[in-house]
């Protein structure tokens, strides 16, 4: 049995990348009529994370928000002000801190909204195994939302392979992954969807505030294991694309001997890992300059315990 | 019957859009054997069209090139250089026309490799209903193939409305133009169906050098008639986006009453034209900023004459 704080103050945050248009539209909307997205039992917030990169949609201007947490945490974050001369995002992620982080107001909860080109579905991000707050949100996305949600887990045995992301400066946080969306297209699809999974997480927490109590449950998640790069050539360029065999098929196993990879002249590269995978961003078109053809996961079941609100 | 000068030189451009990625690897291949697109009877010469662009993985830096056809044309054609504070695509384009165009080398065709966030399949652009050459070729794709190419015309009987292209600075011209594939992504199926439709023109153009007749023939086009935008408040931000319904469906008939947008608060928007159109470029990326949520069309059908190299 766990009990969690009260929550009284939730953001969404739509445009972390600027160019994945279904949050932005919808935290655009939610910014003229906040009563969408309030419940009685707590403050709701939109919040364009990004608005420079919004403005010229793209995924951000100097360097990517998202990856920004644990510079902010080592560098900034007892600072008053970065210097001057620091990238946008920097002076951004600092500003995001004082609003929303444990020095400002002290969200509870922040809800990000991002879009992949993968075909990830409603992929919900976790960041933590043992945070049953998240845990209980995410099983009952995944019980009620009327929809199928993988959940994605970053957290990892090895720290430096922890995804940074934007909700970690709140006491819980998820985010929303949908694709496949093209950057810079609004598909009325995925905003419909990015839409139900935010009111779901709404009614979650008011239900939590009003005592609901969340019963013991399991939840599978895929677990980040490790990047698989695309084969290269010496200026870094791509070799090989992702295999036709492997495009679209996210959380699909991806057993050794499996087609990978096609290179430019049609020769098949195989999966030669020892055992299954999970790939999931498979193609993410931000991900090029990363190194990244997809992430390799592990399909687990957690323990997810009974939740309360403390009284 | 028309007879055509016999082909010398064909140009093969990708990254006319730098974001546009199978035109892009498959010259970046070719710039490396050429001899993959090489034919007996003529020279053919890859080209990145906007390197800077393919470097930055950007459709454009200053401006598009694929708009400015016309200003060259009026303005830089004639001279030696542009100025200097000129946009970086307008010193491109004039190098671009130095080396292909007229007062240059004198390419006789140029394929033009393009990308969209559109659901159009193969589609083939030619910019003239009366060029024999072009639409002779366009008439062997459509037959030979092995895959479905609807050919959009861009031609049009208001002038301002004219497509400019890339392609224009040849003799003739075609833009093949495939979807879809999210901008800054390589799907390796696009990449083979791009791969596969070079090679059947550069076949065309062999034969038709050798002194193949080919002959007359209908060719079923899409002509542009103009453009549809989105439902926007004075901000100029999208109140709507393209509904579901109409949605991957480039090519199919959008008759009086059907839906065609969805408001960002779940109201349709019906057509309301007075008769049918034929919709192409359905929610692209790039043209977001250009004020198109999609060209409207017409079915026609063209008669093609006989063809024949010139003796
Ligand atoms: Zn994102
Ligand atoms: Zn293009």
């Not at 103050?9 to 910014?31: D, I, P, Q």
């Amino acid at each position: 049995m766990s009990a969690a704080q009260v929550v009284r103050r939730v953001a969404v945050f739509g445009g972390t990348h600027g160019n994945e248009m279904s949050g932005v539209y919808l935290v655009k909307r939610w910014l003229q009529n906040q009563e969408a997205i309030s419940r009685p039992s707590f403050q709701t917030v939109p919040c364009i994370a990004n608005p420079r990169a919004v403005e010229r949609c793209r995924r951000y201007i100097d360097v990517d928000l998202k990856m920004l947490k644990m510079l902010i945490d080592d560098l900034f974050y007892s600072m008053e002000a970065p210097p001057s001369t620091a990238p946008y995002e920097v002076h951004r992620a600092v500003e995001l801190n004082k609003k929303f982080g444990a020095k400002g107001e002290s969200f509870d909860v922040i809800i990000d909204l991002h879009n992949t080109t993968s075909n990830m579905g409603n992929c919900l991000i976790i960041g933590s195994s043992t945070d049953s707050f998240t845990l209980q949100m995410a099983k009952y996305l995944v019980q009620w939302s009327g929809l199928v949600c993988p959940v994605f887990l970053t957290e990892n045995p090895a720290p430096h392979l922890k995804m940074a992301d934007t909700t970690s400066m709140s006491a819980h946080g998820i985010g929303l992954e949908l694709g496949a969306q093209p950057q810079g297209v609004l598909l009325a699809d995925v905003y419909l969807r990015h839409e139900r999974l935010v009111h779901t997480c709404l009614d979650f927490i008011h239900k939590f505030n009003q005592g609901e109590i969340f019963p013991p449950a399991t939840l599978e998640v895929y677990r980040i294991l490790h990047v698989v790069d695309y084969p290269r050539n010496k200026d870094n360029e791509l070799t090989a694309m992702i295999h036709p065999e492997l495009q679209d098929k996210d959380w699909h196993p991806l057993k050794p001997g499996d087609p990978m990879f096609l290179s430019m002249d049609g020769k098949t590269i195989k999966y030669e890992g020892e055992s299954t995978i999970y790939p999931a961003f498979v193609n993410e078109a931000a991900y090029y300059e990363k190194g990244i053809a997809f992430w390799a996961t592990q399909k687990e079941t957690l323990n997810v315990q009974e939740l309360q609100v403390k009284a």
